[in-house]
């Protein structure tokens, strides 16, 4: 069976894969790493307090939770996804925390915005596009849905660079790239982003590089491991027994406090003319 990205085809999933991807949105977010990357770009945005802003596939909406939480942005957002089920849980999530009148989710397609031209003030991708079906019209329509002087930000990772240590650095280099095809239907595109924004419009304001580095002990790729190693065994990209072998591996070095992942995630910030 070919891989077939878990989030580009959400809408095939059974339940309970639905779940595990609910719980790996929910603990990445709260993954201190990871969330710094978020504050960076949002501190650079500067939202005015009654700014409106789009997430394109916010998932569980943790992106936009925290947002409404914190800092002095009290203005509208909005977040679609792709699937209704993910969407349930981001309307349950934000009623919880207290927030659900501040931000309202829609099931949509990041392709085709149900949203007139101009309608937000900043539109953000946050891990969408290396999932997304056709990037370049993602792209166009968070271009089409902003209003022109807005900022659009695509922050993402680049899935070729995503490394787990392992002794057979063979196998390693093999696993990592069924790791990256198995779960993404892109895993390159942020390379190919200072061509593809230019091509709507949109003028490059500031654009940087983080590496996510886990040393010694694993939070944020162990979760990403133990979510995403079931795709590359359904999608028998590698041989069972081999995979199996390297996530004891990872499970070992963690405990053992041998442990070493790592992956580059890339921050876009532009704006339209
Ligand atoms: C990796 S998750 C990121 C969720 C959220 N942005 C976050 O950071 O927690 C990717 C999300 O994009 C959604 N997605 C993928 N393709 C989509 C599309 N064409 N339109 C809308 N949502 C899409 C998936 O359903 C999934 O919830």
């Not at 009290?74 to 501040?102: L, M, N, P, Y």
């Not at 696993?175 to 390379?191: G, V």
């Not at 886990?214 to 081999?242: C, D, H, M, R």
Request: hydrophobic fraction near 40%.
């Amino acid at each position: 069976m070919a891989a077939r990205d878990p989030h580009r085809y959400i809408n095939e999933l059974d339940e309970a894969a639905l779940q595990r991807l609910v719980v790996r949105l929910e603990s990445r977010a709260m993954d201190a790493v990871f969330a710094a990357l978020l504050d960076k770009y949002v501190a650079r945005l500067k939202l005015r307090s009654s700014a409106r802003l789009l997430e394109v596939g916010c998932g569980t909406g943790a992106n936009l939770r925290k947002l409404a939480r914190c800092g002095d942005f009290k203005g509208e957002s909005v977040g679609v996804d792709q699937c209704q089920t993910i969407i349930d849980a981001a309307w349950s999530f934000a009623q919880t925390e207290g927030v659900g009148d501040r931000i309202m989710f829609q099931v949509g397609d990041a392709h085709h915005l149900d949203f007139p031209s101009g309608t937000f003030d900043a539109v953000i991708a946050h891990t969408l596009i290396s999932h997304a079906a056709d990037p370049a019209l993602v792209i166009k329509e968070m271009a089409r849905v902003v209003r022109p002087g807005g900022m659009v930000v695509v922050f993402d990772g680049d899935y070729s660079s995503l490394t787990f240590g392992y002794p057979d650095h063979d196998f390693g280099s093999r696993m990592d790239a069924a790791l990256a095809n198995a779960t993404f239907n892109n895993p390159r595109i942020m390379r190919d982003l200072p061509r593809l924004l230019s091509d709507y419009g949109l003028e490059l304001v500031a654009a940087w590089g983080d590496a996510l580095t886990e040393i010694g002990n694993g939070s944020y790729f162990k979760s990403f491991a133990e979510t995403y190693v079931p795709y590359v065994i359904k999608a028998s990209l590698l041989p069972q027994s081999e995979v199996e072998n390297w996530m004891n591996d990872q499970q070992k070095a963690m405990e053992d406090g041998k442990f070493f992942a790592c992956c580059n995630y890339y921050t876009y910030m532009v704006r339209r003319q």
